[in-house]
């Protein structure tokens, strides 16, 4: 089990922190007005705007919100912004790879906030496909454990283009190729397994393992870069093991 896989549940317990509340919030918005525009207004017909509004509403994303971004989105009401995505690659401390995915109204806001932040944490910038290379796309499926067990989701998934299934505690993950991603989700649904996420991920080739104090400061880099509302998800290929996730912790 890759340490990205744990920074993925990491993420999950930050994400109810209050005091990211707002910015949750305001980064799912967002992501519902694109899915609207891209795809269409109709969650029917559109999996990914599906997939957005049921994220925003397990969020507790007021439902006025939701429908007046999938309004906007979809053109039936006014006032939706021109929304850019951008990938920013570079290093953090210890020589880890850091991409940035950004989606914003403002190029310029959005590379002078990241640069800030890799500037100020021990990071650097670097060219376009400096870094990227080091990652594939994958698709991941987040899910509780609840009642099922790991070969009732792997049977449920295999047919559908699974790649793995991995244990992470308290949850599972479904790790497919990014094309077989809606595949997954489908065969979710007919299983009736109900899931947290299905999103697109970056996923290392090789990861750089990390002690405690460097996984403070790549933690320290990654909460720098989402204070930014532009800046939508950061992904590294740092390898946190269970015993400095625990010293950490402790902290």
Known sequence: ????????????????????????????????????RTGGGDPAANPTLDDMIKKAKKASVPNDNIERARKRGSGEEAGGADWETIVYEGYGPNGVAVLIECLTDNRNRATTDVRTAM????????????????????????????????????????????????????????VSDLSDLT??????????????SADPDYRADVEV????????????????????????????????????????DED
Do not use: C
């Open 119 to 174: 500037n100020k944490n021990g990071g650097n910038m670097a060219d376009a496909g400096s870094v990227s290379y080091l990652f594939h796309r994958k698709g991941v499926v987040i899910l509780d454990k609840g009642d099922n067990i790991e070969d009732d989701v792997l049977m449920a998934v295999l047919d559908a283009g699974a790649e793995e299934v991995n244990d992470l505690g308290e949850k599972f993950e479904v």
């Open 183 to 196: 595949k997954v989700r489908s065969a979710l649904d007919e299983a009736e397994i109900g899931y947290d």
């Open 209 to 248: 393992p990390l002690d405690a104090d460097g996984a403070k400061k790549i933690f320290r880099l990654i909460d720098a870069l989402e204070e930014s509302d532009d800046v939508q998800d950061v992904f590294t290929n740092m390898d946190v093991s269970d015993e400095v996730l625990a010293e950490l």
């Open 1 to 36: 089990m890759s340490g990205h896989s744990k920074w993925a549940t990491t993420k999950h317990k930050k994400a109810a922190n209050d005091a990211k509340r707002g910015k949750e919030f305001a980064k799912l918005i967002k992501n519902i007005e694109v899915a609207a």
